[in-house]
């Protein structure tokens, strides 16, 4: 059974593109995998993949793109035979497009930066949530903290503040503000394959969580 991975978020620059290539890359490892890259025209998921297969090959990695939903579901269907894991980047703003991926994944990882500002912009996207819910009671959608320092007083402050107003379950890994997820994104990797030690082990444990969630539901 192919399992659905939408990455969505209504808020630019939260790191969508990130997770999504670095858990596309991970579970290639072991699994064939498709990417499909929805934020067209920037498409930095398709720009990084790009740059990957001109370095290295990527095995059990496909690659799509997707402008509208109707391209995206038939996409999805041309994939779905071929591939255990789908991975989609969904494009910011388009409530049309992100609530069909939201219909159509198993999981959705909402990816939020530890600001109040991030938290705020996201409780719009609790609307096209709600209405996806209306097509498909059981959709599941989950916080990913990027860029999260766990340290600071302010982030706990913020995890509650994001329990209390969006009402989302969190995801227990959170990826940490690390140059290491820009410097691999530029070269075609995931951090998985990268130098810094900390990144790895966030990521490996990111993919680890969201395939236990996938095996659950499976059931």
């Known amino acids: 059974m192919t399992q ?4 969505i978020q209504v808020k630019g620059g939260v790191g969508r593109s990130t997770i999504a290539t670095n858990l596309a890359a991970v579970f290639s490892e072991k699994k064939p995998t ?5 934020d067209l025209p920037q498409g930095t998921s398709a720009s990084w993949y790009a740059v990957r297969k001109s370095e290295i090959a990527p095995a059990n990695l496909t690659l799509a793109t997707a402008r509208d939903y109707r391209e995206l579901v038939q996409r999805t269907k041309e994939l779905a035979p071929r591939h255990r894991y789908i991975v989609i980047d969904a494009p910011p703003r388009i409530a049309e497009m992100t609530r069909a991926i939201t219909v159509m994944s198993t999981l959705c990882l909402v990816p939020l930066g530890a600001s109040a500002a991030e938290i705020w912009s996201t409780a719009d996207l609790l609307k096209t949530i709600e209405a996806a819910r209306s097509v498909r009671s059981d959709i599941d959608v989950r916080i990913v903290w990027n860029r999260y320092r766990a340290r600071t007083r302010e982030a706990g402050e913020l995890s509650e503040a994001a329990r209390n107003e969006l009402g989302l379950q969190e995801l227990s890994t959170r990826l940490g503000y690390r140059v290491a997820y820009s410097e691999a994104l530029a070269r075609g990797l995931a951090v998985s394959e990268w ?3 900390n990144a790895h082990a966030e990521i490996v444990a990111l993919a680890a969580e969201v395939k236990g969630i996938l095996k659950e539901v499976g059931k």
């Open 195 to 197: 130098l810094d030690g």
């Open 34 to 38: 498709a990417l499909i890259d929805c």
């Open 4 to 7: 659905i991975v939408g990455i």
